[in-house]
């Protein structure tokens, strides 16, 4: 008897342990069941999915509405139509696109699997990659045109016109476009049958060490540190006129239309200084996290605080550019379809 219910002990042991172990099978689930090299799909809690998707919609619509506010206003009204105003309007349109993908880059980082194939996975990683980019490329613009402005202002009208503005633009989101693409057809992304150690259904931004040393120079360190030169300088150089600027109104002297016209450069300097002080906050937690942490939950939290940037921009424009806040009511009010509404004066608020 005691045999038997040894016998029966073990079997029921077995029995258990199998049991178990289809338990904890079928708890594991896969982006591509039929596939062997599939990857396994993170669980989360319903309550936490719709918390974070809730979030990711409502930041990448206040994004997207916000920053064609400021497109809207650029483009319409002619009085906006300035070389800086050009590099806003780049920086925006980036800005806008950036907040349309929010959606698309959340369910990559959430979701884990990736359901669109290689190529559209290359694809996407080649246009996010160019977005960001040109984010930083429209910001060191912005401090290029402040820093002449601020700093050469009688070479700045000769220097700085419409079409030359317009021409480095282009040329900037050009050069951009080649080395984005030349990073991600180097490093195999539209193959991951090229790349080792990656599961089927995954879809990341995998570089080799070379390559991660080489972005990092040239997408970050280079660029960031330029900027932060040119906006120290102005910064100098704008707190020396604003002294003398307010020494001359203290002794009652006249001030002339050059010193009014300096302090409004000056002003503006501040301001996109602002956006660019912002962006890099943004930006630096990130690089700094992704060389040196390993938990993937952290370089997913600081990659949507990289696309928080976008939806603050025009935050700054409305603190700080009474023109923005009036040509959003226009825009909002639908003033802008009237007969010659693209002529309004916005600093006047008059035709």
Avoid at 123 to 146: E, H, K, Q
Avoid at 202 to 208: G, R, T, Y
Wanted: hydrophobic content about 45%.
């Amino acid at each position: 008897m005691k045999g038997q219910k040894g016998e029966q002990n073990k079997l029921l042991t077995g029995g258990d342990s199998l049991m178990a172990y289809e338990t904890e099978d079928q708890e594991t689930q896969y982006c591509f069941p039929d596939i062997n090299s599939s990857c396994v799909k993170e669980q989360h809690s319903s309550h936490g999915h719709i918390i974070t998707y809730l979030f990711v919609s409502l930041l990448s619509a206040w994004t997207v509405f916000l920053n064609l506010l400021v497109i809207i206003s650029i483009s319409h009204f002619k009085k906006l139509h300035t070389p800086t105003n050009m590099i806003i309007l780049s920086l925006a349109v980036t800005d806008l696109f950036i907040g349309l993908v929010m959606p698309m880059e959340a369910i990559r980082l959430i979701e884990t699997c990736w359901y669109f194939g290689d190529t559209f996975c290359g694809l996407y990683i080649l246009f996010v990659s160019l977005l960001l980019s040109t984010s930083l490329g429209n910001l060191l613009l912005i401090a290029v045109d402040r820093y002449v402005a601020v700093c050469h202002p009688l070479l700045y009208p000769q220097k700085t016109t419409m079409a030359k503005t317009l021409i480095t633009i282009c040329l900037s989101w050009a050069c951009l476009s080649a080395y984005i693409t030349a990073l991600v057809i180097n490093n195999g992304y539209f193959d991951t049958s090229l790349r080792a150690d990656v599961c089927y259904g995954e879809c990341l931004a995998m570089m080799s060490f070379s390559w991660i040393v080489t972005d990092l120079f040239i997408s970050f360190i280079f660029p960031c540190t330029l900027i932060i030169t040119l906006y120290l300088r102005i910064f100098y150089v704008v707190h020396q006129q604003v002294k003398v600027i307010n020494s001359l109104m203290k002794g009652g002297k006249c001030v002339t239309e050059g010193s009014v016209k300096r302090k409004s450069e000056s002003k503006a300097a501040l301001t996109l200084g602002i956006i660019v002080s912002v962006y890099l906050l943004c930006w630096i937690p990130y690089y700094i996290c992704s060389l040196t942490v390993n938990s993937s939950t952290v370089i997913n939290v600081l990659i949507f605080g990289v696309h928080t940037s976008s939806g603050l921009n025009p935050l700054v424009y409305a603190l700080f550019y009474p023109w923005f806040k009036k040509t959003a009511k226009l825009i909002l009010t639908l003033k802008i379809f009237q007969p010659a509404s693209s002529l309004i004066n916005i600093f006047t608020h008059e035709l």
